[in-house]
């Protein structure tokens, strides 16, 4: 199985920050990654697939990049709705695994 | 509106069955694969089984493989999982979630609003 490994699991911040998150495979998954945010109590939303593609729909200043085993999800400028918890997920082969993920506080 | 929703949740003794189904609708169900992910209480995402767009090819987790059965009906635009023998481990909010690309597995671009599954005695 490809295991996953998100860093930090937690940061703070302040509305205008530039945050990184990064996503570390165990083993090869090319450019199978995707990153989800989620809200409390509701579903993960996708944000990146393809390591680096944009999901319609999504703010520019989320944006993703990486290949092989590290990848980065960045976000430009942090507005006040982007607190939330982000998840890596590989699916270059099952089973599908996904980070543990990085919660994102207000600082 | 592209939609997900999931039912058939609830409390069930360990060692109990339950099935959870998911309709969908404002798209081409037939056309993509589809999954369930879960997510115990206070922890992170879990996927647990896909489906081909077929039914013919399935996938599962360790933690659930031999226990649990993915199925879907094309025409009626549903996907379900049969859960057998459950383990208070299981206890989690389930997630149908549609793949991204057509017959694809790359991402989960649409997911339902979930359904608890408790399993204690």
């Known amino acids: 199985d490809t295991q996953m490994t998100q860093s930090p699991s937690s940061v703070s911040a302040s509305v205008g920050d530039r945050v990184t998150i990064t996503c570390r495979a165990s083993q090869g998954i090319s450019s199978w990654l995707a990153w989800y945010q989620q809200k409390p109590g509701k579903a993960p939303k996708l944000l990146i697939y393809?390591?680096?593609s944009l999901q319609s729909g999504v703010p520019s200043r989320f944006s993703g990049s990486g290949s092989g085993t590290d990848f980065t999800l960045t976000i430009s400028s942090l507005q006040p709705e982007d607190f939330a918890i982000y998840y890596c997920q590989q699916a270059n082969s099952f089973p599908i695994t996904f980070g543990q993920g990085t919660r994102l506080e207000i600082k | 509106e592209v939609q997900l929703l999931e039912s058939g949740g609830g409390l069930v003794q360990p060692g109990g069955s339950l099935r959870l189904s998911c309709a969908a609708s404002?798209?081409?169900?037939?056309?993509?694969?589809m999954s369930w992910v879960r997510q115990a209480p206070g922890k992170g995402l879990e996927w647990v089984s896909a489906?081909?767009?077929?039914?013919?090819?399935?996938y599962y987790a360790d933690s659930v493989k031999g226990r649990f059965t993915i199925s879907r009906d094309n025409s009626k635009n549903t996907l379900s999982l049969q859960m057998n023998s459950l383990r208070a481990e299981d206890t989690a909010v389930y997630y149908c979630a549609k793949g991204r690309q057509q017959g694809g597995y790359d991402a989960f671009d649409m997911w339902g609003q979930g359904t608890m599954v408790t399993v204690s005695s």
């Open positions: 393809a390591a680096s």
């Open positions: 404002g798209f081409t169900f037939r056309s993509y694969a």
């Open positions: 489906i081909s767009v077929s039914g013919d090819n399935t």
